[in-house]
């Protein structure tokens, strides 16, 4: 039965519940399922997910984290067939509410609910006392369709938003590519930077990227995607050790290997294919030039090969 504290109106909407950092393939398999439930029940698929993993919330960690800004993320879980998109931030409040009150009144009550769908490892309620194995539970209670999808595996792990973050942050572009089914992107705006490459001979697009975006750390070939045209190139993502000119901040800056003009105020969408090396300090100057020719020759080999499509 309903706890006779409620009121519930119709319900009309299924909800498809996670915080979806990256919309890796485990994610893709979830959503595409729940919005074919959706369409044969004439209902409507309504993505509910955090800004943030609670875990982020409860550590404090905002900056350099997030594998799909809320923007990328509405994009992505729109093209999966998701009629809606809700982001909500999380907050002390949610993290205090029991599961049963959280099921009436945040799905039900306020979201309209008549079908929810979770992944295996979705949990919900204060001390995250609610499972999936409640969540059916209550929604069999209620008559409402239940749907879970089980884990994807890559290399016997389970795809998830942590693991994709530690494939990036090791180095691992290409096997955190599988996960997602599709490479990394990192996009921003072109601002100005210190005009060091310029001077050395590779000028480099500094991106002006949301501080909340994950950077991982190293030079990597790439695929730079300007006005619907891609070139292949060589970025960058550091502190510039050597140069010392960025005052400790990460930040990506992106070589194009054919590419001649002005880039400043563009968006530019970096894809990050191949880590070529980590970041280093050089003795000199010359050592650093010589290092970045180097770096360009592998990704322009890279490039004729395919590898960077």
């Not at 002390?92 to 009144?105: G, L, N, T």
Request: charge should be positive.
């Amino acid at each position: 039965m309903r706890p006779a504290w409620k009121t519930f109106p119709e319900m009309s909407d299924f909800l498809i519940l996670g915080t979806f950092d990256g919309v890796h393939r485990g994610h893709q398999m979830l959503l595409k399922a729940a919005a074919t439930q959706a369409v044969a029940h004439g209902m409507k698929s309504h993505a509910v997910c955090f800004l943030y993993p609670p875990k982020f919330f409860f550590s404090g960690i905002k900056e350099n984290c997030l594998l799909t800004t809320p923007c990328e993320k509405k994009k992505l879980l729109s093209g999966l067939g998701c009629d809606t998109v809700e982001i909500i931030e999380f907050s002390r409040e949610i993290s205090e509410i029991p599961a049963e009150r959280f099921f009436y009144d945040f799905l039900i009550r306020d979201r309209k609910a008549s079908g929810i769908a979770a992944g295996a490892d979705f949990f919900f309620g204060k001390n995250r006392e609610g499972n999936t194995t409640l969540l059916e539970t209550l929604c069999a209670r209620n008559g409402m369709i239940f749907l879970k999808k089980d884990f994807l595996l890559y290399k016997g792990q389970k795809i998830s938003s942590s693991f994709v973050r530690n494939l990036l942050i090791t180095g691992r572009p290409e096997e955190a590519s599988v996960c997602l089914g599709r490479k990394y992107e990192i996009s921003g705006k072109v601002v100005h930077g210190a005009g060091i490459g310029r001077t050395l001979g590779f000028p480099t697009a500094n991106l002006e990227t949301e501080p909340a975006k994950l950077l991982p750390p190293g030079v990597y070939a790439a695929s730079a995607e300007i006005d619907g045209r891609n070139y292949p190139s060589v970025a960058s993502i550091g502190r510039r050790p050597t140069l010392k000119t960025l005052c400790n901040r990460l930040i990506p800056e992106v070589h194009l290997l054919s590419f001649d003009g002005d880039l400043y105020g563009r968006t530019l969408s970096l894809s990050l294919c191949h880590r070529i090396r980590s970041e280093k300090i050089f003795s000199s100057k010359e050592e650093l030039v010589r290092q970045i020719a180097e770096d360009k020759k592998a990704a322009a080999l890279l490039a004729a090969a395919g590898s960077l499509k």
